[in-house]
């Protein structure tokens, strides 16, 4: 007991967590616009996406779309991440977008100030990325609709933070079977990569990938800040069964545990917080459930709002 006031005291921080990493880390799933909605399912967010964070330690609170900018700015002082999905808003105007390129702005201004806030972006988010770094559409149209490939490990792999912490196994694994499901019609050529200076100077290029026409980027992360992105769905893997496509071997589910525990590790070095636990609770996707949709769609189950 005396060692319990002490350690309160000392730090004034909760004894389960060591005073540099945050061990009860919170990160923010963007929802975005239905495509067809219904009356109280105007936006969703895919159920894959949160189990994908829950495996690896993180709770999930859901970024809703139309929010005024007070209203995220208040939600990214609360939240210690955000990943920004796959789906098919648009990424030049929407809600996704709107709301996507606030909390952008949020995150290279506080990584700015050493306050170290990670984003990841899923397919569409990655695209997303692209956009919101060099402020143009320049994307390229890709036959790449439903197929699982082997990763094309760029050179830069040996300076990568996002798989470091991977087993040597499953790296020969990711660049020998097809273990990373590809699910966009648009895609970040290489060709264009090469010559956008934006992008180039900001973004290094992991992986790439072909439709056996286009050779384009497939895994990229920052030089300078926590941004992540992959063209492909690291969360189907273990998560989603509605397509053949989907991989599900131990090393296609590995891949989904290996990058999930990467971006929540990078969630852990941020210390925001709600300001209260009542609004915490009020925030968490615990206060919605899933509806089951594994018959209509391609994912088994989404939160819909
Ligand atoms: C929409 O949600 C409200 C509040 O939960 C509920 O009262 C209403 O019946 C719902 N409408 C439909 C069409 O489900
Ligand atoms: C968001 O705002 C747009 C534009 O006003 C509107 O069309 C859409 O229905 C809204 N969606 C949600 C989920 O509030
Ligand atoms: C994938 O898409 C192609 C073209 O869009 C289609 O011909 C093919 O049947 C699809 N394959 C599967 C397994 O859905
Ligand atoms: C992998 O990338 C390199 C460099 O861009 C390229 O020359 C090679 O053809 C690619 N291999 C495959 C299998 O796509």
Not at 55 to 62: C, E, K, Q, T
Not at 223 to 229: E, H, I, R, S, T
Not at 283 to 298: D, F, K, M
Request: glycine share 4%; net charge negative.
């Amino acid at each position: 007991m005396i060692l319990f006031l002490f350690c309160i005291s000392l730090f004034s921080l909760p004894c389960y967590s060591s005073a540099k990493r945050n061990d009860r880390p919170i990160i923010g799933i963007l929802a975005q616009e239905v495509y067809l909605p219904k009356p109280n399912q105007t936006a969703y967010i895919a159920a894959s996406y949160v189990k994908f964070l829950e495996s690896a330690g993180a709770r999930v609170v859901p970024v809703m779309i139309n929010q005024t900018s007070e209203d995220y700015i208040k939600l990214f002082n609360s939240i210690n991440g955000i990943l920004y999905p796959g789906g098919s808003a648009s990424i030049i105007s929407s809600g996704y977008q709107r709301a996507a390129k606030i909390f952008y702005e949020l995150a290279i201004e506080a990584n700015k100030r050493r306050d170290y806030f990670p984003v990841w972006g899923t397919c569409l988010g990655f695209e997303q990325l692209t956009y919101l770094t060099c402020g143009e559409m320049v994307l390229s149209h890709t036959d790449t609709k439903n197929v699982s490939l082997p990763l094309n490990f760029t050179d830069e792999i040996k300076d990568s933070r996002m798989f470091k912490g991977f087993p040597a196994e499953l790296m020969k694994d990711l660049a020998s079977e097809p273990l990373t499901e590809n699910s966009h019609q648009w895609s970040l050529a290489l060709s264009t990569y090469n010559t956008n200076e934006e992008l180039k100077m900001f973004y290094r290029a992991l992986s790439t990938n072909t439709d056996g026409r286009i050779e384009f980027v497939s895994t990229v992360e920052a030089y300078d800040y926590p941004f992540y992105g992959t063209q492909w769905h690291p969360e189907k893997n273990a998560f989603e069964w509605t397509r053949p496509y989907f991989p599900h071997s131990p090393s296609a589910v590995k891949t989904t545990f290996y990058m999930a525990d990467f971006f929540v590790s990078e969630a852990r070095k941020n210390f925001h917080r709600f300001e209260s636990e009542e609004g915490e609770s009020k925030a968490l996707i615990y206060n919605y459930s899933p509806v089951y949709t594994g018959h209509e769609s391609g994912f088994e189950q989404t939160y819909f709002f």
